[in-house]
């Protein structure tokens, strides 16, 4: 389907003018227990890092955070939400598509790095041809979308995306009363955040200023990852003195405890952060008509969580407030994936979710039945390749391991930076680890893993050959290959071949046609051949904002028209430059 359909955008104003004229009556038609006070209500999405359960709404309550305690208190907590892999990128691929990023080549971590160890070219994911990132999708329907400021989405952003994608993006930069998608993200409980020298990243400080297009922050001339605040000078937000608690496939010494400690002083900072954004929502007076969502990409950041299919790197907290404070102080323990994102903002503003969609709303007029599954992938991450499958019903997990004869533990030199890493590599070498500690570092592993998470938590009993458990197994081994089947995703393809087919088995990366514009009574048509292709047009040059294009625009006499066109997963199109003349 082509953006440029007149009857599209006849409908979608049509369908625009219908929902701007409900009667307040039917504004406040109570759906799923919510009152919809509003048809268009603004969404906020705060994103953390690598965060598992850490925190007190969620039982942790080993370091104070106030503003997410409040938020809990003011609404509903989900313990249930798992990422789709967990790692990054490919989970924030679900988050924008609602589709699986085994599905769409978007599982392998990146696409874009690791290119001399891979052999293979920088690629991006393909998704169908009819799909649209979310926030574009929010776009056609009115919202202002900001995005402050990360993507690693496994593909480039078409420049229709986003109203604006910066590290000064923010609501307060829309058209008055235009609602808003608002996504800001924080990176301080990041892995990173554990390496030496340790200290908060000075990029980080714009959200204290949030807003402010005026403010700057320390370069000293190097990346943001590395550009951190001196150990000296960074906040102290618990003692460190502090004795922790450590998961038991870790070490508890002085070195894990120091980590540990680093973990729970980057929270207190991010929730800092958090209210501060929370701070600039209510001084707008914008609280009580925007639904808010917290929570993490992934699980944790320490060794064993992050990248790992166990629940320490898939489960992550989220909260989500609504307004009015409806539900607060509730819990729902519905099983949430990050594919379920999509629909649910849809649904949230009364749209119906696009067929294409893996996932499934869990609020609004459009939310579905609860999920019996979740599902989860994990393929290469940096150099180091593996292939895992994994589906988990509220209790049991089953894992299916397409390269059994390969260790559990990938030697990824990013993740042993982290000290507690080294720390657990030298205590291997020297055959100091304990049973537990020494799970991850086995040979080989089995084909097929069962745990019962609730009561084996850190998954370290795998029940896939005890009896008593083969029916479980059944149900779980039959559900994943529904899963494989309907999401078209096949394991056992090499990345080389994956590429291959991502290309149309071309050897360069596929390229969107130039769009093309013709003028009638000063309105410009634009096409494009590319299928799928989302088009973008604006007449400032210098604005860094495209407009969606869904229907014929007005254009001046002798006004420059600029339009680009970009398929996900493709190069983007040259921009085209047309001057509306007789």
């Known amino acids: 389907m082509k953006l440029c359909s007149i009857q599209f955008g006849i409908l979608s104003t049509l369908c625009f003018f219908f929902f701007a004229c409900q009667t307040s009556k039917e504004n406040r038609v109570k759906k799923n227990g919510i009152v919809n006070t509003i048809n268009k209500p603004n969404i906020l999405w705060l994103v953390t890092e690598d965060m598992g359960a850490y925190i007190p ?55 874009t790095s ?20 979310i926030s574009e999708l929010m776009r056609v329907n009115g919202y202002y979308c900001t995005n402050n400021y990360k993507t690693d989405y496994q593909f480039k952003a078409p420049v229709t995306a986003w109203d604006e994608s910066s590290k000064y993006a923010h609501w307060r930069n829309r058209d008055k009363n235009q609602p808003f998608f608002a996504v800001f993200n924080f990176t301080e409980t990041h892995e990173s955040g554990l390496f030496e020298p340790y200290g908060f990243r000075q990029v980080e400080t714009r959200h204290y200023h949030a807003g402010d297009r005026t403010y700057e922050w320390k370069k000293n001339g190097l990346p943001d990852s590395k550009n951190r605040i001196p150990e000296s000078e960074n906040p102290v937000h618990i003692p460190k003195d502090t004795k922790f608690d450590v998961p038991p496939y870790l070490v508890d010494n ?38 808010i969502f917290f929570y993490g990409d992934h699980g944790g950041p320490l060794p064993r969580e992050k990248r790992l299919i166990y629940d320490s790197g898939l489960n992550t907290p989220m909260i989500v407030r609504f307004p009015n404070k409806a539900k607060a102080g509730t819990k729902d323990d519905k099983l949430v994936s990050f594919v379920d994102f999509a629909p649910t903002l849809l649904s949230l503003i009364n749209q119906q979710p696009k067929t294409y969609m893996q996932g499934q709303a869990f609020l609004g007029n459009y939310k579905k039945e609860d999920r019996k599954y979740i599902h989860a992938a994990a393929d290469r991450f940096d150099a180091e390749r593996d292939v895992i499958r994994a589906v988990r019903d509220p209790q049991f997990k089953y894992i299916r391991n397409y390269m059994p004869q390969k260790g559990y533990y990938l030697p990824i030199t990013y993740r042993e930076k982290i000290p507690a890493m080294q720390e657990l590599l030298r205590l291997r070498d020297a055959g100091n ?105 604006k007449t400032d040059a210098k604005s860094k ?13 002798n006004d420059v028209l600029l339009v680009k066109s970009h398929r996900i997963g493709y190069l983007s199109s040259i921009t085209v430059k047309v001057k509306n003349q007789k």
């Open 57 to 111: 709404p969620f039982g942790d309550n080993t370091v104070k955070t106030p503003n997410l305690t409040r938020l809990a208190k003011e609404g509903v907590i989900y313990p249930n939400l798992y990422s789709t892999s967990g790692v990054c990128a490919p989970s924030r691929a679900a988050i924008a598509t609602g589709m699986y990023p085994s599905s769409i080549g978007a599982n392998h971590m990146r696409t």
């Open 114 to 133: 690791n290119t001399e160890a891979t052999g293979l070219p920088k690629y991006e994911a393909v998704p169908p041809a009819q799909v649209k990132m």
């Open 254 to 291: 002085d070195i894990t405890q120091r980590d540990m400690w680093k973990l729970y002083n980057n929270i207190a900072e991010m929730d800092k952060q958090v209210g501060a954004i929370l701070k600039q929502l209510e001084d707008d007076g914008l609280l009580e008509n925007t639904i």
């Open 433 to 537: 680890l304990n049973d537990i500690q020494m799970q991850w570092f086995r040979g080989e592993k089995p084909k097929e893993e069962l745990f019962d998470c609730k009561n084996d938590p850190y998954e370290l009993n795998n029940l896939a050959n005890n009896p008593e458990y083969k029916d479980k197994l059944i149900e779980l081994r039959k559900e994943m290959d529904t899963w494989l089947l309907n999401i078209k995703d096949d394991p056992t393809l090499p990345e080389d071949k994956l590429v291959e087919k991502l290309w149309k088995h071309q050897k360069t990366k596929p390229k969107t046609k130039a769009p093309k514009v013709a003028f009638v009574s000063n309105k410009a048509v634009i096409t494009c051949e590319t299928e799928g292709a989302s088009i973008g047009y």
């Open 545 to 557: 904002r495209w407009s969606v294009y869904t229907k014929p625009i007005h254009v001046n006499e």
